[in-house]
């Protein structure tokens, strides 16, 4: 068993670089852009095209797998994790980023096998950084091994987050108040880089002490998960219980000290679930 | 008044320093990376999050000593000299304006966005400007009157007018009073309700500055930042075909420590109408 994940993985290493390459070429032009849930919710062909790439790979080669992709969800597809071996896709991590040119954006690809993550991969292309996990093997980035930093003392941690495309006046009261009282606590600096994936394997790689979000999609933390908890840190909801993949909610941490300081100065707002969206578009299942 | 001649000699002389400059940020930038990977000692300057290692004041010794010995008659304002005491006073002789370490939060934390920024200023004009992306290896330069550019590639602002499709970048400076960040959150939230692409914060307000002037951002403002993180970028963002202007919407002011800069002037002044000041001391507060 454990050998057909590994040439899942290489698979998906390989898949993960060419769609790097497509992403930086795109880079070089002027992009149009599409939105989805809000003005500053970002879609563009290119998100499109290699999702499309990214999953037709795959399934030449594992035809029976089955997939959870940002833009085969926004397209009506089901967001739902069942036991059969399944490849969860983010093709573009940090769209905004990419229409923009600004240089974070990365391709995501995380496999789960009976609901559990097997491995992760996050290529951060416009950096050629790319960040891998296989489950009880460590992470690493570009084939050197990752650790957490091993903070515990908040006061003396950087804390990233993002805004998302969030821009109800309610949520961003809340996001602000979130970060004024981590602020205060006082910790060293907070970041927003706009790309969860790249976010939470800063974590990873010790370049930073934790990063929490509300709001964001299975598809952006999936692989980043896994390669945060193979190189020592935590991963958990905001509340400081147990993570679950589909409730939009994230804490990632280079400790469960720094990641309980976090969840105590922040609370989250109302989200629909990932996998509570199977009825909007239903056809009748 | 000068002849063009006169000018074209005038100019060809920081030539020589620019590349004076560039060389010495390149070697500054190897120290820095050689000492990334170590532990850091690190104390506290003005507050508990204002931070400084044994890695800014050697890297900034290493810069002014080296410059001082090809030009012995300039003079020098560097963050940590000013830390130290020496004043802010940027006077008509030719001035380096320097900081050995922009980021050096990041730096402490291994963040991988440090950079070191030399500036240059004759006449009180900033003549030239150098700033070097310590992990990256980017080089970014530009010369008055002669662009600016990125690894010898020609750099341009973007030119979006519109906030609704801006991406802007900010930094919170040393303040974390309630007060302050009261006010840094409702700057944020102000311009998020315009609907702006999104907001971003790197740790580093020269390298910010760079990503302004190299078109993937189209604004960055901030309150605290200090005259040795905006003399090098103010020439590059200009050069690049960008605007640098006072948050109060006035001209740039060096030593203001604050800062809006865009592509265009329509993004400069929408975001300078749009935030509110956080106050804090002048550099040349000390320099009469």
Request: with cysteine; net charge negative.
């Amino acid at each position: 068993m454990a050998d057909s994940w590994q040439e899942c993985m290489e698979l998906g290493i390989s898949i993960a670089r060419n769609a790097g390459k497509v992403i930086c070429k795109a880079l070089q032009n002027e992009q149009s852009v599409m939105l989805k849930t809000s003005p500053a919710d970002l879609v563009t062909e290119t998100d499109q095209k290699v999702e499309k790439m990214i999953i037709s790979a795959i399934k030449e080669k594992f035809p029976t797998h089955s997939f959870i992709g940002e833009e085969s969800v926004a397209a009506g597809a089901q967001c739902v994790l069942t036991d059969n071996p399944t490849w969860i896709i983010d093709p573009v991590d940090g769209t905004t980023n990419f229409v923009h040119r600004f240089p974070f954006v990365a391709v995501s690809i995380a496999f789960a096998v009976n609901k559990v993550t097997e491995f992760g991969i996050v290529y951060s292309c416009k950096e050629d950084k790319m960040y891998t996990a296989r489950k009880g093997k460590g992470a690493f980035l570009n084939g050197v091994k990752l650790n957490v930093s091993g903070q515990t003392d908040i006061t003396k941690s950087l804390v990233i987050t993002e805004v998302g495309p969030e821009r109800d006046p309610k949520i961003l009261k809340t996001f602000f108040t979130n970060l004024e009282k981590l602020l205060n606590i006082p910790i060293h600096g907070f970041r927003a880089v706009g790309t969860a994936a790249t976010d939470v394997c800063f974590v990873a790689a010790g370049e930073a002490d934790a990063y929490y979000h509300i709001g964001l999609h299975c598809w952006d933390i999936a692989a980043a998960g896994i390669i945060v908890t193979e190189a020592g840190g935590v991963l958990m909801d905001t509340d400081g219980g147990p993570f679950d993949m589909m409730c939009r909610r994230i804490i990632a941490a280079s400790s469960r000290a720094v990641g309980e300081a976090v969840a105590k100065h922040i609370r989250a707002f109302p989200c629909a679930r990932d996998d509570e969206q199977i009825g909007v578009h239903a056809n009748g299942n | 008044m000068a002849s063009s001649e006169e000018n074209e000699m005038y100019s060809k002389q920081w030539e020589g320093c620019m590349e004076i400059a560039v060389q010495t940020a390149r070697t500054a930038g190897q120290v820095i990376r050689e000492a990334f990977k170590h532990e850091k000692e690190v104390s506290t300057k003005s507050s508990p999050v204002d931070l400084v290692t044994e890695t800014d004041r050697l890297v900034e010794d290493l810069i002014i000593s080296s410059l001082r010995e090809k030009y012995p008659s300039h003079r020098f304002i560097g963050e940590e000299s000013s830390a130290a005491g020496e004043k802010c006073l940027l006077t008509d002789n030719p001035t380096w304006i320097i900081d050995p370490i922009d980021g050096t939060c990041n730096f402490i934390h291994s963040f991988p966005m440090v950079a070191v920024s030399i500036g240059f200023a004759v006449n009180k004009e900033l003549e030239f400007g150098v700033i070097y992306h310590c992990l990256d290896e980017n080089l970014y330069t530009a010369r008055k009157g002669h662009g600016a550019f990125c690894n010898g590639i020609q750099l341009q602002v973007s030119k979006e007018t519109d906030m609704s499709k801006a991406l802007i970048l900010t930094e919170i400076g040393a303040k974390r009073d309630p007060a302050t960040l009261k006010i840094f959150s409702g700057n944020m939230e102000r311009l998020l309700k315009a609907q702006v692409h999104g907001i971003r914060v790197i740790g580093s307000a020269t390298l910010a500055l760079c990503q302004v002037a190299s078109g993937a951002a189209d604004a960055y403002y901030q309150f605290g930042l200090h005259c040795w993180d905006i003399a090098a970028a103010a020439v590059i963002i200009r050069e690049a075909g960008g605007n640098v202007i006072d948050t109060s919407g006035g001209p740039l002011d060096l030593m203001s420590r604050r800062i809006v800069a865009a592509g265009t002037v329509e993004m400069a002044h929408y975001i300078a109408r749009e935030i509110q000041t956080i106050t804090y001391e002048r550099d040349d507060h000390n320099a009469n």
